[in-house]
C-alpha cells in the first residue's frame, strides 16, 4: 500500500516559508505573527497556490487553536482576577452589549439580513485571549491593573463566545427550548471541569507529578478527553481543549504542563496563523468592502473607545482605560471558529467568511502596534479630553494606590520595577538613603510599598507623563530593573535629553541588549546571567584551590 506523504509535505512548506519569513520581521523588529500569516498567503490560493487543497491542513490549523486556548486555560488564574472581577464583569458586560449591538445595527443599516447581522455583531463583540495575553507578558504587563482587567474581559467574552457557538444552529430564530438546552450542556460541561479540579485531579496529578512521563501524558490524555467530551456535546474541539485547561490551573503542575506542550503550541500555533493567511481572499473583499472598512473601525476605533470611556468613568484614570481600550481592539480566535461554523451551516456566503477571515487577521496583527502607540494615544486623547470632558463615577482607583511625595523631589533615585531585584535595590536605598521613589504597575507591590511608607508611583515606564511625576529631570540616579529592553532603552534616552549628569543603570538579558542599552545612554548596564555565572566560577575555583 502506498503511503500517502502530502501532508508532511505541506507542513514542511509551511514550517519552511515561515521561518525564512520569520528571520526578515525579526530584523524589522515586528511581531512573529506577521510572519506566519504571509507564509500562507505566499503559499496558498491568493499568492504562488502551493496549497490549495487545506481539508487536513484545516484540521491541524483547529487543532493548533484547541492547543492556544488549552495554554491560555492553564495560565488563567482566577484568585488575581479577584481585585477587578467586578469592574471586569461590570465594564465587560457594557462593552459585549455595545459591541454586539452596534455591529447588528452597522450591518442592518447596510441592508443585510438578520441572521448574517447577528454575526457581526458576535464578530465585533470578543477580543483574542491569545493576542492579549501574549503581548501583555511580552511587556510584562500581566500583573499590572490594566492587564488584570484585560484578563478578567477576556475570560467573560470567552465564556458568552462559547455560549454563542451553543446557540448557532439555530441563531436565525432561536427557541427557548434551544437556548435553555445547549446553555445546560455548557453549564455541564464547566461543571465537570470544576468538580474534576477540586476533587479528582488533585489526587491524580499529586501522584503523576512523580513522573515527568506521566505528568505530561496524563496532561494530554484530559485535554483530549475534554475536547472528544466537547464534540459529544456539540460544541467545538477549542471549547474542550479551554476547559482543560481552566479544570487544571491553580495547580502546582499547571506551569511545569505549560512548558511541556508550550513546543505542541507553537508548532500548532504556526499552522493555524498560516491557515488563516491561507484563507484571505481580498479580490472577494470588493463585494463587501462597505461591511469591511466599517467592521474594522468598530474593532480598532469603536471597541477603544467605548472601553476607554467605561473605564474613564468607573474611575481606572485616563492612562488605565486607554491602555485597556487600545489592548482589546481585535477580533477573537473564537471570531475564527464562529466564522467557519456559519459557513459550514451554510449561515453565510464564501466572500463574507473570507471578510471575516480578513478582518480577524489585520486586527490580530495590529495589536502589537496598538500596544506600542498607547502612549501616544493616550496623550491624544487627555488633549481632546480638555474639551470634551468624560467625568468619571467615582474617584480615581490608581490615586488611591500610589504614594506621592508632597513636592517634586531633586537628587534623589528613581527606581523602575520593584520585584526581584528591585526588592533588593529598594533594602539597600531604604537603610542609606531617604529621597527615592519606584515606580512599578503591580497593584499588589504599590499597596506594599504605601503601607511602608515608600514614596510610590503606578506608571508605565514609557510613559512621558510618569517620568514628569517623578521628577527625572533633576535626579540623581535613575535605576531600571524591568526587563523589557524597549522601555529601558526609552527610559534612558529620554532622561539623558533632559538631564545628562544623572546616573543611569539598568539590567539586560544579554550582551547584545547590555551594548543597545550603552548606546541608548547607560551608564553602567548589568547582566544577572554573567554575575551569576562568575560567581560560580570563583567558587569552583576556590574550591579546586583550597578545597573549601
Known amino acids: 500500500m502506498a503511503i500517502d506523504f502530502s501532508i508532511l509535505i ?7 516559508t515561515s521561518t525564512g519569513f520569520l528571520y526578515i520581521v525579526r530584523l524589522l523588529k515586528q511581531p512573529s505573527i506577521l510572519a506566519y500569516v504571509i507564509a500562507g498567503i505566499v503559499l496558498g490560493p491568493v499568492g504562488l497556490k502551493l496549497i490549495t487543497g487545506q481539508n487536513e491542513i484545516m484540521a491541524l490549523g483547529e487543532l493548533g487553536v484547541a492547543f492556544l486556548l488549552f495554554g491560555i486555560g492553564l495560565e488563567i488564574d482566577f484568585r488575581a482576577l479577584k481585585d477587578v472581577g467586578l469592574a ?17 445595527a452597522i450591518a442592518l443599516g447596510l441592508g443585510l439580513g438578520w441572521t448574517i447581522s447577528l454575526y457581526v455583531g458576535l464578530l465585533l463583540t470578543f477580543s483574542s485571549t491569545m493576542i492579549v495575553t501574549k503581548t501583555l507578558m ?6 499590572s491593573i490594566h492587564g488584570r482587567v484585560m484578563l478578567g474581559i477576556l475570560v467573560l467574552q470567552d465564556i458568552v463566545a462559547i455560549t454563542a457557538l451553543s446557540l448557532m444552529a439555530d441563531i ?9 438546552f445547549f446553555v445546560a450542556k455548557g453549564i455541564g460541561l464547566f461543571s465537570i471541569g470544576i468538580i474534576l479540579n477540586k476533587y479528582i485531579f488533585s489526587r491524580i496529578f499529586d501522584y503523576a507529578a512523580k513522573s515527568h512521563d506521566i505528568l505530561f501524558l496524563t496532561a494530554l490524555a484530559t485535554l483530549f478527553g475534554f475536547i472528544g467530551l466537547a464534540y459529544y456535546l456539540g460544541f467545538s474541539m477549542a471549547i474542550g481543549a479551554f476547559i482543560a485547561g481552566l479544570a487544571m490551573a491553580n495547580f502546582p503542575y499547571n506551569i511545569e504542563i505549560s512548558g511541556e506542550a ?20 481580498f479580490m472577494s473583499l470588493a463585494n463587501v468592502l462597505p461591511l469591511f472598512v466599517w467592521c474594522l473601525a468598530g474593532l480598532m476605533l469603536f471597541k477603544p473607545v467605548i472601553l476607554y470611556i467605561i473605564y474613564n468613568m468607573m474611575g481606572y484614570g485616563k492612562r488605565v482605560a486607554t491602555s485597556i481600550g487600545m489592548g482589546l481592539g481585535q477580533g477573537s480566535e473564537f471570531s475564527f471558529i464562529i466564522a467557519a461554523q456559519a459557513l459550514f451551516l451554510g449561515h453565510i456566503m464564501h466572500d463574507m467568511y473570507s471578510m471575516f477571515i480578513t478582518l480577524i487577521v489585520v486586527s490580530m496583527v495590529a495589536t502589537p502596534y496598538m500596544m506600542k502607540s498607547k502612549n501616544r494615544v493616550y496623550h491624544i486623547i487627555s488633549g481632546m479630553n480638555k474639551k470634551i470632558k468624560i467625568s468619571p463615577i467615582s474617584k480615581n482607583l490608581i490615586e488611591g494606590m500610589e ?20 526588592e533588593n535595590v ?12 519606584v515606580i512599578d504597575q503591580d497593584p499588589q507591590i504599590l499597596k506594599k510599598l504605601k503601607g511602608r511608607g515608600v514614596f510610590c ?10 517620568l514628569k511625576k517623578a521628577n527625572v529631570k533633576q535626579a540623581k540616579i535613575v535605576i531600571s530593573t524591568i526587563p523589557d529592553i524597549y522601555a529601558s532603552s526609552f527610559i534612558i534616552s529620554r532622561t539623558k535629553r533632559d538631564n545628562n549628569k544623572v546616573k543611569m543603570i539598568a539590567r539586560a538579558h544579554s550582551k547584545d541588549e547590555a551594548i543597545n542599552l550603552y548606546k541608548a545612554g547607560c551608564d553602567f548596564v548589568l547582566v544577572p546571567e554573567f554575575v551569576t555565572a562568575n560567581e560560580i566560577v570563583k567558587f569552583v575555583s576556590q574550591f579546586l584551590e583550597n578545597g573549601k
Do not use: W
Open 10 to 16: 505541506l507542513i514542511g512548506a509551511i514550517l519552511i
Open 457 to 466: 508611583i503606578y506608571g508605565d515606564a514609557e510613559n512621558g507623563e510618569v
Open 403 to 422: 504614594n506621592e511625595p508632597k513636592k517634586l523631589m531633586k537628587d534623589h533615585v528613581v527606581l523602575f520595577g520593584c520585584h526581584r531585584m528591585g
Open 138 to 143: 511580552d511587556r510584562d504587563e500581566i500583573k
Open 262 to 281: 508550550s513546543a505542541l503550541r507553537n508548532f500548532f500555533s504556526i499552522i493555524f496563523f498560516a491557515t488563516l493567511g491561507m484563507q484571505l481572499d
Open 88 to 104: 471586569a464583569v461590570t465594564g465587560g458586560v457594557a462593552q459585549i452589549l455595545l459591541m454586539f449591538g452596534g455591529g447588528i
Open 172 to 180: 436565525g430564530n432561536p427557541s427557548m427550548i434551544t437556548i435553555i
Open 426 to 437: 529598594l533594602k539597600y536605598l531604604s537603610s542609606v538613603c531617604k529621597d527615592f521613589i
